[in-house]
């Protein structure tokens, strides 16, 4: 069974940071190229970064210098160290796991970051 355990969201000031983490199971996570989006209120879910098992990285425009992505193989978990946080970052930021050669694609159930002015 495919599961994703997000968690690391929460309220912070602006300027703050948080860490997230997704810890998945049942899939072959090195296939996978990780990542991690968000989608504010009346927003598209927008890309913030994602790296794949070489740790080649893409970074979101809007984060870049903000954010720093990672994952660790063994322990099929990929991060995302958020610093400087604004009120422009509050959303649901969702795990995902697009499979490097096929259209193969998994969400996690979202965890709410929240940026107080």
């Known amino acids: 069974q495919v599961q994703f355990v997000e968690s690391g969201g929460g309220l912070v000031q602006s300027g703050g940071s948080l860490r997230l983490s997704c810890a998945a199971s049942?899939?072959?996570?090195?296939?996978?190229?990780m990542g991690w989006y968000r989608q504010a209120p009346g927003k598209h879910r927008e890309l913030v970064a994602n790296?794949?098992?070489?740790?080649?990285?893409n970074y979101g425009d809007s984060v870049k210098g903000r954010f720093t992505i990672s994952r660790d193989n063994a322990k099929k978990t990929v991060y995302l160290q958020m610093n400087g946080l604004k009120p422009e970052d509050t959303a649901v930021y969702y795990c995902?796991?697009?499979?490097?050669?096929?259209?193969?694609?998994?969400w996690g159930q979202g965890t709410q970051v929240t940026v107080s002015s």
């Open positions: 995902n796991a697009a499979h490097r050669n096929t259209n193969v694609n998994w």
């Open positions: 790296i794949n098992s070489d740790s080649r990285i």
């Open positions: 049942g899939i072959i996570f090195s296939s996978y190229v």
